[in-house]
């Protein structure tokens, strides 16, 4: 019977090795991905960011004025 308790404990150690040997293999596994992707540049994502801030700025100046138009719209048509 002590045999069997030493087998299980034995087997019982070895998921701790494997839980963390499996961690290890993920991190290598993600650094050899990150080998692969293409990065832009420094000047790419400052043009990018650029055009993304324009949009966003003429955006808000369109819905800006759509909305005060109709605010202007509705307060004729309820006011007379």
């Known amino acids: 019977m002590a045999k069997e308790e030493k087998s299980k404990k034995a ?3 070895g998921w701790f ?7 290890a ?6 650094k050899s991905e990150f080998k692969k992707v ?3 540049s420094r000047k790419t994502v400052f043009d ?6 324009v949009t966003m700025l003429l955006t808000a100046l369109f ?10 719209l ?7």
């Open 48 to 53: 990018n960011t650029v055009v993304v801030l």
């Open 38 to 40: 293409s990065w832009p």
């Open 25 to 30: 293999k993920w991190f290598r596994d993600l």
């Open 63 to 72: 819905v800006g004025g759509l909305d005060a138009g109709l605010l202007k």
């Open 74 to 80: 509705f307060e004729l048509a309820l006011h007379g």
């Open 11 to 13: 087997s019982g150690d």
């Open 17 to 23: 090795k494997r839980f963390f040997k499996g961690i």
